[in-house]
């Protein structure tokens, strides 16, 4: 390793999440792999999230644990405050009611690692969960076995809690994007790894939820700005046309995922 002090730094966003927060530090607290530290970044929540990931973490005293709470501009905001905190080799953001998938997930992640040669970015699936943590379906897209720069030409093909990143070619999340900024980030941690690593599981449960109209408007027009600066405005466009028949497969999936879950095969 280059010298940091441990090799995973896990950060986690919060506001006003004290009902899915437990899940999310118990599936950090509890892997069996334990050369990290762990930074809750949360917003000045009024509901008690500080106070009950405290009380989780407090009961672990074999790991580096950070809590802030204060005001911030927002979800990326927050993120940016965690990397200037951070200080693992390895970069991993698991957002308020997302969940490592099993407690096993940071050993292989290490391994993954190890036998790379200190790969810019090691990566894996997704499932979409319900905020008891049963599996609704796997994401709408799949994280591909060879990713480059080009890949995400094609949208965000990795979710974002299932994209590790070596820490030293990472940048601040560019604020100026208020949703899609996870996007512009991805691509920007692309643009400089050597190599990137695909670890054929599922790393990471994300929990489904509703967007508003407004939105995911906004969101896909970011996304289609932050595609045009990359790829160029005419592959943006095509990419976009291509797009179509996803996007309606996607809102079927979502409709049947929050009008009726128990229709999505386990």
Known sequence: MSGRSTIFSIITVSYNAVGDIERTVRSVMEQDFRDFEYLIIDGASKDGTPK????ITGR?????????SEPDSGIYDAMNKGLDRAVGEYLIFLNAGDAFHDTDTLSVLSRAIESNNLPGIVYGQTDIVDKDGNRLAGRHLTA????????????????????VVLARIA?????????????DWCIRCLQHSRHNVYVDRTLVDYLAEGTTTANRR??????????????GLPLAILR?????????????LEKQIFNNPHNIKQ
């Open 144 to 163: 591909p076995p060879q990713l480059t720069l080009s890949s995400f030409s094609k949208g965000m093909l990795v979710c974002h809690q299932a994209f």
């Open 218 to 231: 906004a969101s896909l027009i970011e996304r289609f700005r932050i595609m045009t600066c990359y790829y």
């Open 171 to 183: 940048s601040p999340f560019n604020t100026s994007y208020r949703f899609s900024a996870d996007y």
């Open 240 to 252: 976009h046309l291509q797009f179509i028949p996803r996007f309606i497969r996607r809102r079927k």
């Open 52 to 55: 009950k990931a405290a009380e």
């Open 60 to 68: 672990y005293d074999d790991i580096n644990v950070t809590i802030i």
